[in-house]
Each structure stands twice: as C-alpha cells, then as structure tokens.
C-alpha cells in the first residue's frame, strides 16, 4: 500500500508564508507525478500544481509567483512553499501522487489526508 501524509498546515496572516510537506511511504516501485489539490470553504476541489518526476512544476493561475514546489525524489516527499498568502488561499490542501504500488499491475492514485491552511488577520 501506498500511504501519504501532508504536513505544515496551519495559520498564517496575509502576506505570511507556509511551507507544506507531503512523505511518501509503503509498498512502491515507483512515483510519477505529484500534485497538490486544495478546496476551500464551499467550493470544489482544484488542482494548484503537478510535478513531473524530473520536477517540472506546472501551477495554477492564482498561485503562480507565489507557490513553490521543491520535489525530493531520494527521500519521497514533495514541498509547497506558500508565499505572499491571501485570505483566498485558506482551505484544506491535499497531495496526490501516481505510483506503481509493488504487486501493483498498473499505476494508481493515491491521496493524503489533506492539511488545513487558513490565512487571516
């Protein structure tokens, strides 16, 4: 099994910054893509950035400039570095990942739990 775990959620005042860590753990022979999803209050979920396996990161439009994804392929984790944070930013973020779990015979997706981030004064 696969089993991911985000990290770093919080409160943060507007401007402030927050750091995210997703860690990859389980039965894996290996990671593909990694992405961070978020949904705020009342809304549905959205994708904010997908990183390749070589790290290049695609982000959405309203974080872009301002987000970060730093990818560890030795240590399997993914960071998102959350600068210039607005109130708009606040909701609950999410990792998702494409692996091939050992035993596996396909490549599957797999989620976090999700981290609370809530930007406000």
């Known amino acids: 099994q696969v089993r991911l775990v985000e990290s770093g959620g919080g409160l943060a005042q507007p401007g402030g910054s927050l750091r995210l860590s997703c860690a990859v753990s389980?039965?894996?022979?290996?990671?593909?893509?990694v992405r961070w999803y978020r949904q705020g209050p009342g809304k549905q979920r959205e994708l904010v950035t997908t990183?390749?396996?070589?790290?290049?990161?695609n982000y959405a439009g309203p974080v872009m400039g301002r987000f970060t994804v730093s990818r560890d392929n030795a240590n399997n984790t993914v960071d998102l570095q959350m600068n210039s944070l607005k109130p708009e930013d606040t909701a609950v973020y999410y990792c998702?990942?494409?692996?091939?779990?050992?035993?596996?015979?396909?490549?599957?997706?797999?989620w976090g739990q999700g981290t609370q981030v809530t930007v406000s004064s």
């Open positions: 998702n990942v494409i692996a091939f779990a050992r035993g596996g015979i396909t490549w599957d997706v797999f």
């Open positions: 990183t390749t396996k070589r790290g290049d990161t």
């Open positions: 389980g039965n894996f022979l290996d990671i593909g893509a």
